[in-house]
């Protein structure tokens, strides 16, 4: 079993619509949850970070950790065509490990 | 600010050839990375510094190698270009908060090997 297992998609969705992106892990030691969007010929850029379990908002973007179930989510609400991404969520375990990151979920907003 | 800056953007290089790629950082960031992304496979960390001087291996170090000999540069080496290099490469850095903390990335320097 993959670390970190990420849809890759594509994932194509209508403007306005909720979007939900999702990762799974296997390691139960990961605490520190981050997504990042990469839009194409671009480097990646953090959109959410969160510490352990629970939720966390940003605007239109919301993160979920749920450690129970070794399971983060990232719903878009109200998705516009710039939200057109790749969409790659990474963790990591405590200081001194490196970032895991899943292999990212390409989104696609169409106006 | 420019933040993390990568050069070149492309690249082109024979099997054989050799190359260095340019990461330089204007945040005085103490932690460097370099990271290769293969289409679906998402990003491998090569290596990586905590400071001037100090480097180490990654997941996946065979056939680069690395130097750090100012807080901003950390450039990356491939001495024997083979096929399986062809990639695109990232730079990223932080603060000295550690490994597991949040980085930011230079745009890619886009390498094909044939």
């Known amino acids: 079993q993959k670390e970190v297992e990420q849809d890759p998609g594509p994932l194509s969705v209508p403007e306005g619509a909720i979007v939900s992106l999702n990762c799974t892990y296997s390691?139960?030691?990961?605490?520190?949850f981050m997504w990042y969007r990469q839009y194409s010929r671009k480097g990646p850029e953090l959109l959410m970070y969160?510490?352990?379990?629970g939720n966390k908002e940003d605007g239109r973007f919301t993160a979920q950790v749920d450690k129970s179930s070794k399971y983060i989510s990232l719903f878009i609400r109200d998705s516009q065509p710039s939200d057109s991404a790749t969409y790659l969520c990474a963790m990591s375990g405590q200081a001194g490990t490196a970032l895991i990151f899943g292999k990212g979920t390409t989104l696609s907003v169409s106006s | 600010n420019a933040g993390v800056t990568q050069t070149p953007k492309f690249r082109i290089l024979k099997i054989g050839q050799s190359m260095t790629l340019q990461c330089t950082q204007d945040m005085n960031h103490n932690y460097m990375y370099w990271y290769r992304q293969d289409p679906g496979m998402g990003l491998k960390l090569i290596y990586y510094?905590?400071?001037?001087?100090?480097?180490d291996k990654g997941e996946v170090p065979n056939g680069y190698n690395v130097s750090r000999s100012t807080t901003e540069d950390f450039p990356l080496r491939l001495e024997l270009a083979a096929p399986s290099q062809t990639s695109v490469y990232f730079c990223a850095s932080n603060t000295g908060s550690g490994l597991n903390q949040p980085q930011h990335f230079g745009d890619g320097t886009r390498l094909s090997i044939l």
């Open positions: 390691n139960s030691a990961f605490q520190y």
């Open positions: 510094s905590v400071g001037a001087g100090i480097t």
């Open positions: 969160t510490y352990s379990s």
